[in-house]
């Protein structure tokens, strides 16, 4: 089955450490997104990537960082110069650059500071 | 800059009656328009999009949804509640100046009472 996968499921982090979120997908789609959802607020974009070894800062990009090496691949870390990282993060891609393409979500990584 | 707007952060239906949940967006252009789904501790999911084929769109598990460009809408709409429908919904943007981006609005939570 094609889809988005997330690892891992929850993750649990201590002040000042610094934790990457895994997010892969065999939907051979070219660009990949990155989301933080806290309640009440819908999603806010981190980073996102159109292609291989590029990719753009999004909203609320300060106190993260991603690469982009592969295409299937599109990793999250979270540093200790994010203040309050404890959320919901969504990784998504879409197939090109069409404006009509609809994003394709994976299950999410909750993130808890301890 | 492009905002979408979601009336009503909470809404309650009976089973059996009917669901609207509201969307309004600025634009510059016209956008592409989409509204997701999101089941608890879950990624979204695509329900429908308008892509400026027909102004009323059908989607999956019977919502549907009209383009209205003068009023600068796109309502989502559900003849008949299933428990089932209970979630948060999302409507997005995309197109004009945030072209590469998504903007998506806070979201509406729909509780389906028995």
């Known amino acids: 089955d094609g889809g988005i996968t997330q690892s891992p499921k929850y993750l649990f982090r201590k002040e000042g450490q610094n934790v990457t979120l895994s997010c892969e997908q065999n939907?051979?789609?070219?660009?990949m997104y990155w989301y933080r959802q806290d309640p009440g607020q819908g999603l806010r974009l981190i980073y996102y990537?159109?292609?291989?070894?590029?990719?753009q800062k999004g909203d609320i990009a300060e106190g993260y960082s991603v690469s982009r090496e592969k295409k299937e691949s599109f990793p999250l870390t979270v540093t200790s110069a994010q203040k309050n990282p404890t959320a919901f993060y969504l990784c998504?891609?879409?197939?090109?650059?069409?404006?009509?393409?609809?994003?394709?979500f994976g299950p999410g990584t909750r993130l808890t500071v301890l | 800059a492009q905002s979408v707007t979601q009336l009503g952060s909470h809404v309650s239906v009976s089973e059996g009656a009917l669901v609207l949940l509201r969307c309004n967006y600025s634009?510059?252009?016209?956008?592409?328009l989409f509204w997701y789904v999101q089941y608890p501790n879950q990624g979204l999911q695509l329900l429908l999009k308008?892509?400026?084929?027909?102004?009323l769109v059908k989607g999956i598990n019977g919502f549907e949804a009209e383009f209205k460009k003068s009023e600068t809408s796109f309502h989502l709409t559900k003849p008949s509640a299933h428990m089932s429908d209970a979630a948060e919904y999302f409507c997005a943007v995309r197109g004009g100046a945030s072209y590469d981006k998504v903007i998506f609005g806070p979201g509406t939570s729909l509780s389906v009472i028995p």
């Open positions: 990537s159109q292609i291989v070894n590029d990719f």
């Open positions: 308008y892509t400026s084929a027909a102004t």
């Open positions: 634009s510059s252009v016209p956008p592409y």
């Open positions: 939907l051979n789609h070219d660009a």
């Open positions: 998504a891609s879409t197939p090109g650059t069409g404006l009509y393409n609809e994003q394709f």
